[in-house]
């Protein structure tokens, strides 16, 4: 998962590409980038690290111009510890392109092969962002004769991307001297939105990949990047939108509001924050349910993500609702720290329990969701520790046993908890007296009751259903095979990168 950012604007617009990478950060702390242009000269900026680690004063006096891209990355195709993929993405032909991507491609290793064949172009790391830049580079280098790029010639390539790439993804791109250009996978797995503004009577555009980053800059929420929508933006402003795939259809990510995104976003029509309330209902249903005799006490969330839907839990059944872990705001989101040995470090860096207010009570838990179960698993520990009776575990959203392939970092069927598990056993794994999922009907419920027109749903972790059509068990295989393989050299290296990150930090606090 990662964030994207693009501007085109009547003035400089790297304080805005700052700013609106600063809250998307919790879209991705691996690395993060910026490029600018003026003219036809790109500017470019971007490093390892947190967004307040890799830009500093005199970064930004150079991120010169009125147009620009950004991107914060969190790794799922490639490694986590090469700066060569830290994005955005740079060709030089034609005319000079730079692009960043949020999600994750199923068929690089054809298209590399395609590359190197046919196209004749060189893919530098094993990013699938670099790939897909390539690809999109090449088709416009087809259709373009001479110095002039037309409107048709920028939907034509991206048509043909759609042809050729499959996955999920969300681009935001420059062309040197001609302006911006976005698009959206023909599903709209992950979400684009666009913002607009007004300057001295003229308008600006903001692409990103939640709205939360158009609202810190102050543009309007326009509308989202249609599934297989392909938007122009020329240097000076005028906007060309039209529809470049020929089978398109909106199945967003369902994690996207379980999870990953923040509550204050709307995606898709949707607001996250009150898709997480209706959670919360659902969730209180199952509970009612699969706990007829209630013996709890109180209900405390899982900072942060889980708030709403434990505290809408609570009011449907009840029951007090407290805050029981205080939460560490200097650390990372576990979940998208690369490496289990780092996991299970943070998770008690991050948490500290009020112990009071688990001492001689039965407790429910509720978190958004069980992946891994090694936080969980710590968590249930210092419920115990901090003198609880009993320790439910309540997660809004359903079971995860499956790999997802579109851009979130859980591809090995080994490493997912639930996997081959009952809820039974899965408590038991974790030291939970019961554990409660979300169906996930529910789950589907509680985010089409806020956007009628969102039928359908991306959902593969959940129930092992590919929207694509082309992840086969072979492609599973594959992927889960090269994951172990890297495994123990990741784990190295991610440590290694958090204790040089924090020492980067306490360097910065002495200066």
């Known amino acids: 998962m990662c964030g994207i950012l693009g501007v085109v604007g009547q003035s400089p617009v790297n304080q805005m590409l700052y700013d609106g990478l600063q809250v998307l950060q919790h879209r991705g702390q691996d690395a ?10 790109f500017h470019m900026h971007k490093g390892s690290g947190m967004v307040r680690d890799v830009f500093r004063t005199r970064n930004m006096r150079s991120l010169n111009g009125n147009a620009g891209i950004a ?8 490694s986590a510890s090469n700066l060569a993929e830290a994005q955005p993405f740079y060709v030089n032909s034609p005319f000079g392109i730079v692009l960043a991507h949020n999600g994750n491609l199923t068929n690089t290793d054809e298209l590399k092969a395609e590359m190197y064949r046919h196209d004749l172009r060189h893919i530098n790391t094993n990013s699938d962002s670099e790939v897909l830049l390539n690809v999109f580079a090449h088709e416009l280098a087809g259709r373009t004769e001479g110095f002039d790029l037309t409107v048709d010639a920028v939907f034509g390539a991206i048509a043909a991307v759609h042809r050729r790439v499959r996955g999920a993804y969300a681009v935001v791109a420059l062309i040197a001297g001609y302006g911006l ?90 607001s996250v924050y009150q898709a997480r309330l209706i959670m919360g209902e659902k969730l209180a249903d199952k509970v009612r349910r699969s706990l007829p005799q209630i013996d709890i006490d109180v209900v405390m969330p899982i900072p942060d993500t889980s708030r709403p839907s434990a505290l809408q839990l609570a009011n449907h059944l009840g029951l007090p609702y407290r805050e029981g872990f205080i939460k560490n705001r200097y650390i990372g989101r576990t979940f998208i720290m690369p490496g289990q040995a780092v996991r299970r470090k943070s998770v008690r860096q991050k948490l500290n329990p009020v112990a ?9 838990l509720v ?62 794994e974790i030291g939970a007296d019961a554990v409660i999922y979300q169906d996930l009907q529910a789950l589907r419920e509680a985010v ?21 059509g082309d992840i086969t068990e072979d492609y599973l295989r594959a992927i889960e095979c090269a994951r172990s393989a890297n495994k123990g050299g990741l784990q190295e290296e991610s440590g290694s990168r958090l204790i ?12």
């Open 448 to 468: 089409h009751s806020l956007n009628p027109q969102l039928r359908e749903f991306e959902t593969s972790c959940f129930d092992g259903e590919y929207i694509t």
């Open 356 to 364: 009071c207010e688990f001492r001689g009570r039965n407790v429910l």
């Open 32 to 41: 993060a980038g910026i490029v600018t242009a003026s003219g036809k000269t």
């Open 71 to 78: 991107h914060v990355r969190y790794p799922t195709a490639g």
């Open 181 to 270: 250009v976005a698009f959206r996978d023909p599903h709209g797995i992950r979400p684009l939105v666009i913002g607009t503004s007004e300057l001295d009577g003229r308008a600006e555009y903001m692409f990103a990949s939640e709205s939360v980053a158009l609202d810190c800059s102050g543009f309007t929420l326009l509308r989202d990047v249609q599934p297989g929508e392909g938007v122009f933006v020329t240097a000076d402003g005028d906007f060309h939108a039209r529809q470049c795939a020929e089978h398109p259809r909106l199945a967003p990510c369902l994690f996207e509001y379980v999870y990953f995104a923040r509550p204050d976003s709307i995606i898709d029509g949707a």
């Open 367 to 428: 978190d958004d969701s069980i992946v891994r179960g090694t936080t969980s698993k710590e968590i249930v520990q210092m419920a115990r520790d901090a003198g609880a009776k009993k320790v439910y575990f309540a997660s809004a959203a359903p079971a995860v046993r499956f790999p997802n392939v579109y851009g979130i970092d859980m591809p090995t069927r080994e490493e997912l908890l639930a996997t081959g598990r009952t809820e039974e056993e899965i408590a038991a």
């Open 500 to 511: 040089d990150l924090n020492l980067n930090v306490a360097e910065q606090n002495l200066i």
